[in-house]
C-alpha cells in the first residue's frame, strides 16, 4: 500500500477546469486548450507522497527545468509557452507556474544512465544487464558505465512502481520508429546535460524524461533534469564501491529508513511527519543543486 499520507484538494481558479494531481505537480487546462502546470512543494519517497512539504522545493523544480530547457533547445524542442500567472491564480503560484503545450504524450519513461546505481544495479547484480542490456563484468555501485545507455520504464500510477522494460518491448509499444527516436534523443539531452553539470562539479549518475509528439515533433516535456527526476552527485566526492552523497531526497530517505522515525516502509502504515533539521537540511540540498548548476544564487 502506498500513495499520498494526505491527498490534498486541488485549489479551483475561474477559467481552469483541474485534471490530475501527481506526487509533486497539480494540472489544469486553461480556456485556451493548454496545460497549466503547477510545482507544489510536495515531497514523495518509497512510493509515498509525505505528509510534510519542503519549502521552495517546487520553485526550485521549475526555475531549473526553465534554464535545463534553455540549455537543450537546440536538441529538443520543449513544451513550455510561458511562465505567466493565470488570472485569479493565487499568489503561491508564482515562480511555481509553468502553461505548456498539450502534447500527445509518450507512455514511456525514458531513462538515460551513464552510471550503475539505483534500479540498474540491483539486476546487474542479478543478471549482469540492465533492461536487457548486457553489461561487463567488475562494475560496483557508483561505477561509470563504458557508455550512456537507455534504460525505459513504464509509466505508473500514483503509488506504484516503474517498471524497467527492454527496448524491445518500447518498440512493441509505440512502434520501431518512436522507439528510435526515444532513445536517441534521450542519449543525446543526456549527453549534452552530462557535460554542463561536469564543467560545474556534478556528475548526472542518470535522469528519466517524458517526450510527447507536437504533429510529427517530438517535444521534451513535464520536468527536465531536476533532483526529483536525477541523481546528481558531487564530482570531488565520486568514489565507486558504495552509495554515493547525492542532491536530492537521500537526507529524506536515510531518516524514514532510521529507527528514529519508528517507520516500517515494508508496512502498511503511512510515513511519519518530517522533522524540521530533515526539512532543511533537504531544502538546502535542492537549492545548492540549482546553484551549482545554474551558477546563479537562489
Known amino acids: 500500500m502506498s500513495g499520498f499520507v494526505e491527498k490534498p484538494e486541488p485549489i479551483q481558479v475561474p477559467g481552469l477546469v483541474h485534471l490530475h494531481t501527481g506526487k509533486v505537480r497539480e494540472l489544469y487546462q486553461n480556456e485556451a486548450g493548454d496545460l497549466v502546470m503547477v510545482a507544489s512543494d510536495r515531497m514523495s519517497a518509497y512510493d509515498w507522497v509525505l505528509p510534510t512539504e519542503i519549502p521552495d522545493k517546487g520553485r526550485v523544480l521549475t526555475r531549473l527545468s526553465l534554464w535545463w530547457f534553455d540549455q537543450l533547445a537546440d536538441i529538443a524542442p520543449n513544451h513550455v509557452l510561458s511562465t505567466d500567472l ?31 546505481t539505483g534500479s540498474g544495479l540491483v539486476e546487474y547484480n542479478e543478471t549482469r544487464t540492465v533492461c536487457g542490456l548486457a553489461l561487463p563484468e567488475g562494475l560496483t555501485d557508483g561505477s561509470e558505465l563504458p557508455a550512456p545507455i537507455f534504460t525505459p520504464a513504464t509509466k505508473a500510477e500514483v503509488g506504484e512502481h516503474d517498471e524497467n522494460v527492454s527496448y524491445e518491448e518500447v518498440a512493441r509499444q509505440v512502434g520501431a520508429e518512436t522507439a528510435a527516436q526515444l532513445r536517441q534523443t534521450t542519449l543525446a539531452v543526456y549527453g549534452r546535460a552530462r557535460d554542463i553539470a561536469r564543467d560545474r562539479g556534478v556528475i548526472l549518475a542518470d535522469t528519466k524524461f517524458e517526450f510527447g509528439y507536437e504533429g510529427e515533433s517530438l517535444v521534451l516535456a513535464d520536468e527536465v533534469l531536476t533532483p526529483d527526476s536525477s541523481r546528481f552527485w558531487p564530482a570531488d566526492s565520486w568514489e565507486p564501491g558504495h552509495a554515493q552523497p547525492s542532491f536530492d531526497k537521500q537526507f529524506v530517505r536515510n531518516w524514514l529508513t532510521s529507527p528514529a522515525s519508528g517507520w ?9 511527519p518530517l522533522p524540521g533539521d530533515v526539512v532543511e537540511a533537504t531544502r538546502a540540498k535542492y537549492v545548492e543543486a540549482y546553484e551549482r548548476l545554474t551558477g546563479t544564487a537562489w
Do not use: F, I, N, S
Not at 93 to 106: N, Q
Not at 264 to 272: L, S, T, V
Open 86 to 116: 493565470p488570472a485569479g491564480a493565487p499568489a503561491d503560484w508564482e515562480g511555481r507556474t509553468l502553461v505548456c503545450k498539450r502534447l500527445e504524450m509518450v507512455p514511456v519513461e525514458c531513462v538515460a544512465r551513464g552510471y550503475l
Open 264 to 272: 516500517d516502509r515494508h508496512g502498511e502504515q503511512p510515513p511519519p
